[in-house]
């Protein structure tokens, strides 16, 4: 019992007790073999970036394959006139090994790149914007596993040009936020043990274009929705119970900012986001918001400030806030500093007030790409990287570079040493995720050529990691079953420490009982 409460209470105390730092962590940016050399999927790949996910109900817990997804323009290789566009799928085997699968053919002209999350029993979801006449018509949210054919119609789902949102919960929970301009934004939820997405939840919004939303879910399925309008960040929560909530006006934003989101399992919440600032948005701001109690959010604080004329700092995937698997949350933001742009991460509750890690090489020119979660406790972070010093951000030209990074007791970020992914060539919109059956990291990128195609390599896992695997069937309710027996065992061993206090008593009480008959029979009193 005293073994297993230790433990316990040094598991909450390392996730929990995070002490000032006063340096950073820095790698030596030497190319690595550990990653695969790129290998490319074939056909002829819109220009919107793919994106690798895999489903799981927990950090180290897998229920199905993991897939590559894109968008595949079947005219290009043909040369016919007019994209005739097919939503392209590539599992993923534990050996990091991508093989394309048979995905459904998009009903309409695309309106932007494809969202892809690992949901519920082991599928992934999938949600493509669509144009059609030049309006949107909506977006298309498909469904499967990742090595069977998605689910061929899919279910289009009403929503304005460009703004929408796909995430995913700890157990598989999935939320796709959608815009109805003027009237409002719609959350539709599904749970980790259903098969589709329940009816929309609507939060009302005034007229003016949102140009940024984001939506992150807790493991109750109540979801924090965050989003960019009239000058303003908002945020306003749903929850699973329908108690209301009100919307909350966060501070002010410049249109378009890079904008992330969490919600915590404790109630609290934090959004963070890079936006223009000054004349011309001359200058980018990265800055960070913590709730109190009912994720209510009352002030926030700056992160970064500087100068940003090229805006490299505020394209897609400069600015992350993940989650790990310790239950720490980590931020990492693309900074410019002494005429060189940089990656930077740090623990979010840390990020405004302590030094951050500097992950990039500080003679290049690098911009973060995305950041993913693994099941060891650690983040994949992935950034371009354009190794000429003095020359802007170049994404005809950049390398493609990754690390592994974690953090450590009294807040610091430690990584291991950056590795080349892929050498310099026109690499755009990559994406990473980590595989919880292998702890293996997974890329995957858009190569421009004559024939834009998909490009993906794969990394390492940790030394001896092994996954736990599920006690049923993937996405039904065995993360609870789980909690149960924990529940039982716990109360098992309460039982036995009781019955063992309570022997223990008895023979204290029996053994002075004794020592006063003796001390009776030799005429002495017991005291």
């Given at each position: 019992m005293?073994?297993r409460?230790?433990r316990?209470?040094?598991?909450v105390?390392?996730?929990?007790?995070?002490?000032?730092?006063?340096?950073?962590?820095?790698?030596?940016?030497?190319?690595?073999?550990?990653?695969?050399?790129?290998a490319a999927l074939d056909?002829?790949?819109?220009?919107?970036?793919p994106?690798?996910?895999?489903?799981s109900?927990?950090?180290?817990?897998?229920?199905g394959p993991g897939?590559?997804v894109?968008?595949e323009?079947r005219?290009?290789?043909?040369g016919?006139?007019?994209p005739?566009?097919?939503?392209?799928?590539?599992?993923?085997g534990r050996?990091?090994q991508?093989t394309?699968?048979?995905a459904?053919r998009l009903?309409g002209?695309?309106?932007g790149g494809?969202?892809?999350v690992?949901?519920?029993?082991g599928r992934?979801a999938v949600?493509?914007p669509?144009?059609?006449?030049?309006s949107?018509?909506?977006?298309?949210?498909?469904?499967g596993?990742?090595n069977?054919?998605?689910?061929?119609a899919?279910?289009?789902?009403?929503a304005?040009?460009?703004a929408?949102?796909l995430?995913r919960a700890?157990?598989?929970d999935?939320?796709?936020?959608?815009?109805q301009?003027?009237?409002?934004?719609?959350?539709?939820?599904?749970?980790?043990?259903?098969s589709?997405?329940?009816r929309?939840?609507r939060?009302?919004?005034?007229?003016?274009?949102?140009?940024a939303?984001?939506?992150?879910m807790d493991?109750?399925s109540?979801?924090l929705?965050?989003?960019?309008?009239?000058?303003a960040i908002?945020a306003?929560?749903?929850?699973?119970?329908?108690?209301p909530e009100p919307?909350?006006k966060?501070?002010?934003?410049a249109?378009?900012?890079?904008?992330?989101a969490?919600?915590?399992?404790?109630?609290h919440?934090?959004?963070?986001?890079?936006?223009?600032?000054?004349?011309a948005?001359?200058?980018?701001?990265?800055r960070?918001a913590?709730?109190a109690?009912g994720?209510?959010f009352?002030?926030?604080?700056?992160?970064?400030?500087?100068?940003?004329?090229?805006?490299a700092a505020?394209?897609?995937?400069?600015?992350a806030?993940m989650?790990l698997?310790?239950e720490?949350v980590m931020?990492a933001w693309?900074?410019?500093?002494?005429g060189?742009?940089?990656?930077r991460?740090a623990?979010?509750?840390?990020?405004p007030?302590?030094p951050?890690a500097?992950?990039s090489d500080?003679?290049?020119q690098?911009?973060?790409?995305d950041?993913?979660?693994?099941?060891?406790g650690?983040a994949?972070a992935?950034?371009?990287?354009t190794p000429?010093?003095?020359?802007?951000?170049?994404?005809?030209?950049?390398?493609?570079?990754?690390?592994?990074?974690?953090?450590?007791?009294?807040g610091?970020v430690?990584?291991r040493?950056?590795e080349?992914?892929?050498?310099a060539?026109?690499?755009?919109?990559?994406?990473v995720a980590?595989?919880?059956?292998?702890?293996?990291?997974?890329a995957?990128?858009?190569?421009?050529g004559?024939?834009?195609?998909?490009?993906?390599a794969?990394?390492?896992?940790a030394?001896g990691?092994?996954?736990?695997?599920s006690?049923?069937?993937?996405?039904?309710?065995?993360?609870w079953?789980?909690?149960?027996?924990?529940?039982?065992?716990?109360a098992?061993?309460?039982?036995?420490?009781?019955?063992?206090l309570r022997r223990?008593?008895?023979?204290?009480?029996?053994?002075?009982?004794?020592?006063?008959t003796?001390?009776r029979?030799?005429?002495?009193?017991?005291?």
């Open positions: 005293s073994t409460v230790s316990a209470i040094a598991v105390v390392l996730a929990q007790s995070l002490t000032p730092a006063g340096g950073s962590a820095q790698g030596a940016s030497t190319p690595g073999g550990g990653w695969s050399a790129p056909g002829c790949a819109l220009a919107v970036g994106h690798v996910v895999f489903p109900e927990g950090p180290s817990v897998p229920t897939a590559i894109w968008e323009d005219g290009c290789a043909t016919s006139a007019g005739s566009v097919d939503l392209a799928v590539a599992a993923v050996d990091g991508a394309p699968t048979t459904p009903p002209r695309p309106g494809p969202a892809a690992g949901a519920s029993r992934i949600a493509s669509l144009l059609a006449g030049g949107s018509p909506g977006v298309l949210l498909l469904q596993r990742a069977r054919p998605l689910d061929g899919g279910v289009p789902v009403p304005a040009a460009g929408f949102s995430a700890y157990l598989g999935a939320a796709l936020a959608t815009v301009p003027g009237v409002g934004i719609e959350v539709r939820v599904e749970r980790y043990f259903r589709a997405f329940e929309p939840l939060i009302a919004i005034g007229p003016g274009r949102v140009s939303l984001t939506a992150t493991y109750r109540d979801v929705v965050a989003w960019q309008q009239n000058g908002y306003h929560m749903l929850r699973a119970s329908g108690r919307t909350q966060v501070a002010a934003s249109a378009n900012p890079q904008l992330q969490l919600v915590s399992d404790n109630d919440g934090m959004i963070a986001w890079s936006s223009a600032e000054g004349p948005g001359a200058r980018t701001s990265v960070i913590f709730s109690a994720v209510r009352s002030a926030t604080s700056l992160v970064a400030s500087f100068d940003d004329r090229q805006g505020r394209r897609a995937g400069s600015l806030l989650r698997s310790s720490n931020l693309t900074a410019a500093e002494h060189h742009y940089v990656v991460a623990p979010a509750v840390f990020a007030t302590r951050a500097r992950l500080a003679g290049a690098s911009v973060l790409a950041l993913a979660p693994g099941p060891a650690e994949v992935l950034w371009r990287s000429s010093p003095g020359v802007a951000p170049d994404a005809s030209r950049s390398e493609l570079w990754a690390a592994r990074t974690f953090i450590e007791r009294h610091r430690g990584l040493a950056p080349r992914v892929a050498s060539g026109a690499i755009l919109a990559p994406s980590v595989d919880p059956a292998s702890d293996r990291a997974v995957a990128w858009l190569a421009l004559a024939h834009p195609r998909v490009e993906y794969s990394g390492p896992g030394a990691y092994r996954p736990r695997t006690s049923g069937v993937a996405g039904s309710s065995s993360p079953r789980g909690i149960a027996i924990g529940a039982a065992g716990a098992v061993v309460a039982a036995l420490t009781t019955l063992a223990r008593l008895r023979a204290r009480r029996a053994g002075g009982a004794s020592r006063g003796r001390r029979r030799s005429g002495r009193t017991p005291r």
